[in-house]
């Protein structure tokens, strides 16, 4: 089989490259997705996630382990993403986040024309539809269905209240290029009768809908062992289906869309990489690029609990039981109630110090317990609020265990191997803790959880935070974008050295945004298709 374009990955940037390409009909356009499809109601019904965000039996979820973290305690961390069309879109929180403008400002700083602030709102205004409408930040025509929450719990208005309480501002947008204060997500769901309430992942809102183009052929559970070339130009992908090995060429260009993980290891599996990481697995050199894997930067998280006494929320018992029995009733009728949460339904950026420029940490409120990625379960009903330090110092890198192309990738963040993300974490956790003991929260307040107690020293807050702490699933940076010589994609996200072979996903962010990577990821994917195609970057109206 031959195409134009041969796209590895149908993730977030995957499903929306393909079908941005694919609105040229004398373009033909391959994509090759390892897992299945994106239709089932485990990833329709948003409050699903909790069954797939565990990873038993690797359902729609690659359920990655990182290598032992020292900064942990040795634990092992674990890394979710999603395997099927869709990608982590399919199974994440759906939570509509861009970050702060001055984190595309960074990027251009570095070097990376074309990626400023102003040169990127274009992009994340023409993906979305936003049931407010269009304005000078936001657009109403895109395939992203953007939408306010459709029923968030009293207890999230209780948070905001308590927040507000703390002296802490009032945001009604996140999305406008300044994020500081307190408010409510808005998320990536459907807000039209047809789907409303359902969730919209990169799949459902860009790709299902030009599935029957002539020239557009997607093949599922084709998972890709390696990038063929003929001499220094990329020209079609290998890839096994089943117990079959196939390959498929590309007569333009093979694009990596397989994310922060897949990506830098199926360049190493492909011989692109740094000698000392790839002969020892008995894979022949074809490019030796030193920052493949490298730079890879991520959210660690840290969870305050309690228990509560309000059942209006999700848990483990009779009454929720039957509560949950009647939302679902809800859900399938009119797309409304508990099963269309998100969970994660109160939002906050705030600064642990006022002389800050910027937010530096993060907070998810959760209408539940979390324990250990859902994987522990608490009886009875309660609330948690995640902590994240937004720009992490520390550095990790993605490797290959193994020159098996089945095999797991190696994952090893680093975290808290730069001392100043334990300290941002600590005094974001004091932050939290304040407000989730202000007044507005008293009645929901019940038992606090996971040993955290009044006037903690920071040594105590330190062995928790070892104890507990992981990813909140932001990983980036293993392929980044720059002009340096670590640098393993040009600011056209062409992979330097090489012909015909470009990265487009999570893994070109030369430094993580602060907050959620999802829409960035999107956006990624929308400028990178006028890239390709030599369109000229539409101008921001601001």
Same mark, same amino acid.
């Given at each position: /089989?031959?195409?134009?374009y =041969?796209?590895v990955g149908? *993730?977030?940037?995957g499903s929306?490259l393909?079908?941005?390409?694919?609105e040229d009909?004398?373009v033909?356009?391959?994509?090759?997705?390892? *897992?299945?499809?994106?239709?089932n109601?485990?990833?329709?019904?948003?409050?699903a996630?909790?069954?797939?965000l565990?990873?038993?039996?690797?359902l729609?979820?690659?359920?990655?382990n990182?290598?032992?973290?020292p900064g %942990?305690?040795g634990?092992?961390?674990?890394?979710?993403?999603?395997? =099927?069309?869709?990608?982590?879109?399919?199974?994440n +929180?759906?939570?509509y986040i861009r970050g !702060?403008?001055t984190?595309?400002?960074?990027w251009?700083?570095l070097?990376?024309?074309?990626?400023?602030?102003?040169?990127?709102l274009?992009?994340?205004?023409?993906?979305?539809?936003?049931q407010r409408? +269009?304005d000078?930040f936001?657009?109403?025509?895109g395939?992203? &269905?953007?939408?306010?929450?459709?029923?968030?719990?009293?207890?999230?208005?209780?948070? =905001?209240?308590?927040?507000?309480?703390m002296?802490?501002?009032?945001?009604e947008?996140?999305n406008?290029?300044?994020?500081?204060g307190? #408010?409510l997500?808005?998320?990536? &769901?459907?807000?039209r009768?047809?789907?409303?309430?359902?969730r919209?992942s +990169?799949?459902?809102g860009?790709?299902f809908?030009?599935m029957?183009?002539p020239?557009l052929q997607?093949?599922t559970?084709? !998972?890709?062992t390696?990038?063929?070339?003929?001499?220094?130009?990329?020209?079609? =992908?290998?890839?096994?289906? #089943?117990k079959?090995?196939?390959?498929?060429?590309?007569?333009?260009e093979v694009i %990596?869309?397989?994310?922060?993980?897949?990506?830098?290891?199926?360049?190493?599996?492909s011989?692109?990489?740094?000698p000392?990481?790839i002969? &020892?697995?008995?894979?022949?050199?074809?490019?030796?690029?030193?920052?493949?894997?490298?730079?890879?930067?991520?959210?660690?998280d840290?969870?305050l609990?309690?228990?509560?006494?309000d059942?209006?929320?999700f848990?483990?018992?009779?009454?929720?039981?039957?509560?949950?029995?009647?939302?679902?009733?809800?859900?399938?009728?009119?797309?409304?109630g508990?099963?269309?949460?998100p969970?994660a339904e109160?939002a906050?950026f705030l600064?642990?110090?006022?002389? @800050?420029?910027?937010?530096?940490?993060?907070?998810?409120?959760?209408?539940?317990?979390?324990d250990?990625?859902?994987k522990? @379960? !608490?009886l009875?009903?309660?609330?948690?609020?995640h902590?994240?330090?937004?720009r992490?110092?520390?550095?990790?890198?993605?490797?290959?265990q193994?020159?098996?192309?089945?095999?797991?990738?190696?994952?090893d963040?680093?975290?808290?191997?730069?001392?100043r993300d334990l300290?941002?974490?600590i005094?974001g956790?004091k932050v939290t803790? $304040?407000i989730?003991?202000?007044?507005?929260?008293?009645?929901f307040?019940?038992?606090?959880?996971?040993?955290i107690?009044? $006037?903690?020293t920071d040594?105590?807050?330190e062995?928790?935070?070892?104890?507990r702490?992981?990813?909140?699933y932001?990983p980036?940076?293993t392929?980044?974008?720059?002009?340096?010589d670590?640098?393993v994609?040009d600011p056209?996200?062409?992979?330097r050295?090489? $012909?015909?072979?470009r990265?487009? $996903?999570?893994s070109?962010m030369?430094?993580?945004? *602060?907050?959620?990577?999802?829409?960035?990821t999107? /956006?990624?994917?929308?400028? +990178?298709?006028?890239?390709?195609?030599?369109?000229k970057?539409?101008?921001?109206s601001?």
């Open positions: /089989m031959s195409f134009d =041969v796209i149908g *993730g977030s940037a929306t393909a079908a941005r390409l694919s009909p004398d033909r356009v391959c994509l090759l997705e390892a *897992g299945g499809g994106g239709t109601i485990l990833l329709r019904a948003p409050a996630v909790v069954a797939v565990p990873g038993y039996g690797k729609f979820n690659w359920a990655y990182t290598l032992p973290q %942990l305690n634990r092992r961390g674990y890394q979710p993403r999603g395997r =099927v069309l869709g990608g982590s879109s399919a199974i +929180a759906m939570l !702060h403008k984190d595309y400002d960074d251009a700083n070097g990376n024309d074309g990626w400023s602030w102003d040169e990127v274009p992009y994340f205004c023409r993906s979305e539809n936003n409408g +269009a000078a936001h657009g109403n025509a395939p992203l &269905q953007v939408s306010d929450q459709k029923e968030p719990r009293p207890i999230t208005h209780a948070f =905001v209240k308590a927040a507000t309480q002296q802490h501002r009032m945001r947008d996140f406008t290029g300044e994020n500081e307190v #408010g997500f808005q998320v990536t &769901q459907f807000h009768q047809a789907k409303n309430g359902e919209c +990169a799949a459902t860009y790709l809908p030009a029957d183009r020239n997607v093949i559970r084709a !998972h890709a390696k990038i063929l070339f003929e001499g220094k130009r990329a020209t079609g =992908v290998a890839y096994r289906q #089943g079959f090995d196939k390959t498929v060429m590309a007569a333009r %990596l869309c397989g994310g922060t993980f897949n990506s830098p290891q199926l360049l190493q599996l011989g692109i990489g740094r000392e990481d002969r &020892q697995h008995g894979i022949e050199m074809v490019h030796e690029l030193p920052g493949v894997g490298q730079n890879l930067q991520d959210h660690l840290f969870i609990g309690y228990k509560s006494k059942k209006d929320n848990g483990i018992g009779l009454a929720g039981s039957i509560n949950l029995t009647k939302h679902i009733l809800r859900w399938r009728k009119s797309g409304t508990m099963v269309a949460t969970f109160g906050a600064k642990t110090d006022p002389s @800050l420029n910027r937010p530096d940490i993060q907070l998810h409120f959760v209408i539940s317990i979390i250990n990625h859902a522990r @379960l !608490h009875g009903y309660g609330f948690s609020c902590i994240c330090a937004l992490p110092f520390s550095r990790g890198e993605v490797f290959l193994s020159g098996d192309p089945m095999a797991e990738p190696g994952i963040p680093k975290f808290l191997s730069d001392p300290e941002t974490t005094k956790a803790r $304040d989730l003991n202000a007044p507005a929260l008293e009645a307040r019940h038992k606090e959880l996971f040993g107690k009044n $006037d903690m040594a105590e807050w062995e928790n935070i070892r104890r702490a992981d990813t909140i932001h980036v940076g392929c980044k974008m720059g002009v340096d670590m640098a994609v056209e996200l062409r992979v050295g090489l $012909d015909a072979l990265v487009v $996903d999570a070109v030369p430094t993580l945004i *602060g907050g959620n990577t999802n829409a960035p999107i /956006m990624i994917s929308e400028k +990178a298709a006028d890239m390709i195609r030599g369109i970057a539409p101008v921001t601001v």
